[in-house]
């Protein structure tokens, strides 16, 4: 039987990944903060044919979704964490976005940032193939490595009645009052659509000008992007200046290797303004 490895200060388990994700998000900002909230944000997942054989996907097509653990890889800390784990300064508490940055102990949070980065998310089957799996409502950022799927079970997975924390109920905290595009967003967008068409999970402009939407209908800004202009408006409240924008600050985002540029005003309307093919 294979033993873990062990020496005098760390435990460590060879668990290697089975697949990586080709996700629409091309960056963490912008990914959802969680699953199924943007029903079109789309990825496959294709797995390691060494380790995984085309046999063990049969019977996951008759499964609406899906659970998958995976590593949060972009972190930035990864390498002091596994480096040297014992002098990685962990975060007992983190701030949340739905508290507005007020902080909560780390495992009362889904934060990103644990001792084990270890991300669980459950996602829709569009559709099983030979090795690959197209799956939809994602929260998981372009080459995440995957360490398991899981078939979801509501019988057993779903509890009726389970308790959470009132600021967890605060479903429109983080919803924006409306998107809106420029007159020549989808002009600007059918240009840029051949540089990405043959890689692209969408069939068309028009799909991802939906998905584009179905994205910034929440306010994906970090918790200091955020306080940082509304501690802006404060100032401007209280100069008696009236101002309906959220100034000059153009914010992006990164879908499928397009750049999307837009704008939120104070009273949480975005506007879309541009887009490009990105240069990253
Ligand atoms: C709040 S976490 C929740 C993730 C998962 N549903 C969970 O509960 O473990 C979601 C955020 O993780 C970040 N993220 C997604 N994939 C990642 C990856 N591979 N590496 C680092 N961060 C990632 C994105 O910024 C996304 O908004």
Redesign the pocket.
């Known amino acids: 039987m294979l033993q873990p490895k062990t020496d005098k200060l760390e435990t460590t388990y060879p668990m290697s990944p089975i697949g990586t994700i080709r996700s629409c998000f091309s960056t963490?900002n912008g990914?959802?903060?969680?699953?199924l909230i943007v029903p079109l944000a789309r990825a496959r997942l294709t797995f390691d044919a060494s380790l995984v054989p085309p046999a063990s996907l049969e019977g996951l097509e008759e499964y609406s979704h899906c659970w998958i653990i995976?590593?949060?890889?972009?972190?930035t800390d990864l390498d002091k964490l596994w480096k040297n784990p014992s002098r990685s300064k962990l975060k007992a508490k983190v701030r949340v976005p739905r508290l507005k940055g007020e902080k909560m102990g780390l495992f009362a949070t889904?934060?990103?940032h644990r001792p084990c980065p270890i991300?669980?998310?459950v996602a829709k089957v569009e559709s099983v193939q030979e090795s690959s799996i197209l799956l939809s409502g994602v929260?998981?950022?372009d080459g995440?490595p995957v360490l398991d799927i899981k078939p979801y079970l509501p019988y057993c997975d779903s509890i009726h009645g389970a308790n959470v924390p009132h600021w967890v109920k605060m479903d429109d905290l983080l919803a924006v009052a409306s998107v809106d595009f420029s007159d020549d967003f989808l002009s600007t967008l059918i240009g840029c659509w051949p540089a990405v068409d043959k890689k692209s999970l969408y069939t068309s402009p028009e799909e991802f000008q939906m998905l584009v939407k179905q994205v910034l209908s929440w306010d994906i800004r970090s918790v200091s992007q955020r306080t940082q202009v509304e501690e802006n408006y404060e100032k401007i409240k209280n100069e008696q200046v009236y101002e309906d924008d959220g100034h000059d600050i153009i914010y992006h985002l990164n879908l499928e290797g397009l750049d999307v540029a837009y704008r939120i005003t104070s009273y949480s309307n975005v506007l879309v303004e541009n887009v490009t093919v990105s240069s990253k």
Do not use: I
Request: zero cysteines; glycine letters at 4%.
């Open positions: 963490r990914t959802p903060r969680q699953p995976y590593v949060f890889h972009l972190n889904r934060s990103p991300g669980l998310t929260d998981l950022v995440t």
